[in-house]
């Protein structure tokens, strides 16, 4: 298995553009919240607390594991995230006119579109193209920098 810092190395590669980066630093946490409102909507047929499970807390789980494989220090930070996204999906799924599910789905495009302006401007195709996996060390990429910033080891 590769290390994280040869998975963000390998990222990186493809996103030194100054504009390919501060559009990933708004794309990159939409894409993962949109997804995870999408599968927060998605109940399983599980009752904890007389609720409905939502799937994403099965799969975030998974993904938890996943991260702790290559940094727990980027599975500790992508826990708070979780957090972040479960508030939020509960706040939208308030105050919203429209279902978590369709804010999410349009948010979802709005942001792929804006990644593939990006790597357009980069002049380089996106990673996850050459690797599935490199949709998972994005956001621990943009991790990697606020860790960088307030002197937390990877």
């Not at 190395?9 to 559009?23: A, D, F, P």
Request: glycine residues 8%; positive net charge.
């Amino acid at each position: 298995m590769k290390s994280l810092q040869s998975w963000l190395s390998e990222y990186g590669e493809s996103h030194q553009n100054h504009t390919n980066k501060r559009i990933h630093w708004i794309c990159v946490p939409a894409i993962f919240f949109s997804i995870f409102g999408m599968l927060y909507s998605v109940k399983l047929p599980i009752t904890i607390s007389g609720r409905l499970l939502p799937l994403i807390f099965v799969l975030f789980t998974l993904l938890l594991l996943y991260y702790a494989r290559i940094s727990r220090s980027i599975a500790l930070g992508m826990l708070i995230i979780g957090i972040i996204c479960t508030i939020l999906c509960i706040a939208i799924n308030r105050i919203s006119p429209f279902p978590l599910w369709q804010v999410c789905l349009l948010l979802f495009v709005l942001a792929w579109i804006g990644q593939f302006y990006g790597h357009k401007v980069e002049g380089k195709k996106p990673s996850f193209l050459k690797d599935l996996q490199f949709l998972l060390i994005g956001p621990a990429w943009l991790m990697s920098f606020i860790y960088k910033r307030l002197g937390i080891g990877l």
